[in-house]
């Protein structure tokens, strides 16, 4: 079983940055493959990130492309989400997922204009 927490999440102005991170409990975390998704009020879940167990393959939503960066620090049980230049439509709810199963929280982020 793995557990999961959110932070770093709040209220920033359009063009401002963020750092999300996710703090797993539990044994293999490092083997896990992890991703970030989001959710925007009145619409789905949607994905934004996912990054390879040892962290060396990453792959991103086209819409984040460029101003977001994932990462994860295995000895630190912890994975990250850089985010610049936000913008209002990356508000939203922001959860951490591992192993394509377990899922955290969510951490708030609204960018506003």
């Known amino acids: 079983q793995v557990q999961l927490v959110e932070s770093g999440g709040g209220l920033v102005q359009a063009g401002g940055s963020l750092r999300l991170s996710c703090r797993a409990s539990?044994?293999?975390?490092?083997?896990?493959?992890l991703t970030w998704f989001r959710q925007a009020p009145g619409k789905e879940r949607e994905f934004v990130a996912a990054?390879?167990?040892?962290?060396?393959?990453?792959s991103y939503a086209d819409s984040v492309k460029g101003r977001f960066t994932i990462s994860r620090v295995n000895a630190k049980n912890t994975m990250y989400l850089q985010m610049n230049s936000l913008r209002p439509e990356d508000t939203g709810v922001y959860y951490c997922?591992?192993?394509?199963?377990?899922w955290g929280q969510g951490t708030q982020v609204t960018v506003s204009s």
């Open positions: 997922q591992a192993d394509h199963r377990y």
């Open positions: 990054i390879s167990s040892s962290g060396i393959s990453t």
């Open positions: 539990g044994r293999a975390f490092s083997v896990y493959a």
